[in-house]
């Protein structure tokens, strides 16, 4: 199965907002809530950001925000602030066959 | 302080075999399930494999599948890949993550992650 379909990069500047896109399939993304989402900035690990679509773990700012259409899950970061930049990945729970999916990954970077 | 330490990571030339290890502190270990992300230089992440709480019952990656075996020790609190048959396209570092311990339900993903080890196949 394929990996999910992020945009390669997007911009905004300091205060602004944007949003990335995380497109799937009935299968995964569309099945059910089990979407997250992952920032990394450059030779760390991977954070969890979101998680269940929309629920933000704690310590996460209230400038992410999660949610859900169909087969399309997205974030969106608002007041974008100089630390946000780095690379935000999607993943959805894709059943008991192919089990997870990650997207490809979106470069955020802040003007 | 929730605590992902992994090691044994290293150059090996193409066919070789490595183990990884991934050391857990900081939660009920035995109460969750863990899972290998490797990601390859310049790339993106990639699932590799994931093991339940109780060590019955595991998957792993179509591209891994027959060459690595998830295992773990929870007297130890470990989680280990074993990798055989080792290929250039393995070259990746490997993170180790536990799933459920933030989120309360494995499936909505890696809430904490190692800072991973560096595994180089190359001859």
């Known amino acids: 199965q394929s990996a999910l379909t992020q945009p390669r990069s997007v911009s905004g500047s300091p205060g602004q907002s944007v949003t990335i896109s995380c497109t799937g399939t009935?299968?995964?993304?569309?099945?059910?809530?089990?979407v997250s989402w992952y920032q990394q900035h450059p030779g760390k690990a991977p954070k969890l950001m979101i998680y269940d679509v929309d629920k933000r773990p704690s310590g996460v700012p209230d400038r992410f925000s999660g949610s859900k259409s169909a087969n399309t899950a997205s974030l969106t970061i608002s007041g974008l602030q100089a630390e946000d930049e780095a690379d935000y990945y999607c993943?959805?729970?894709?059943?008991?066959?192919?089990?997870?999916?990650f997207g490809g990954g979106t470069k955020l970077t802040v003007l | 302080e929730v605590q992902l330490v992994e090691s044994g990571g290293a150059l090996v030339q193409p066919g070789a075999s490595l183990r990884l290890s991934c050391a857990a502190s900081?939660?009920?270990?035995?109460?969750?399930?863990m899972n290998w992300v490797r990601q390859a230089p310049g790339k993106g992440l990639e699932w590799v494999s994931y093991?339940?709480?109780?060590?019955?019952?595991?998957f792993h990656a179509d591209s891994v599948q027959g060459r690595f075996t998830i295992s773990r020790d929870n007297a130890k609190n470990l989680v280990s890949l074993q990798m055989n048959s080792l290929r250039d396209e393995d070259t990746a570092v490997y993170f180790c993550?536990?799933?459920?311990?933030?989120?309360?339900?494995?499936?909505?993903?890696?809430?904490?992650w190692g800072p991973g080890t560096l595994v180089t196949v190359s001859s």
């Open positions: 993550a536990s799933a459920g311990v933030l989120t309360g339900y494995y499936k909505f993903g890696f809430d904490y």
């Open positions: 900081g939660f009920t270990f035995s109460g969750y399930s």
């Open positions: 009935s299968s995964d993304v569309g099945a059910n809530k089990y």
């Open positions: 993943y959805s729970f894709a059943g008991s066959y192919t089990f997870v999916l």
């Open positions: 093991i339940s709480s109780t060590g019955e019952t595991m």
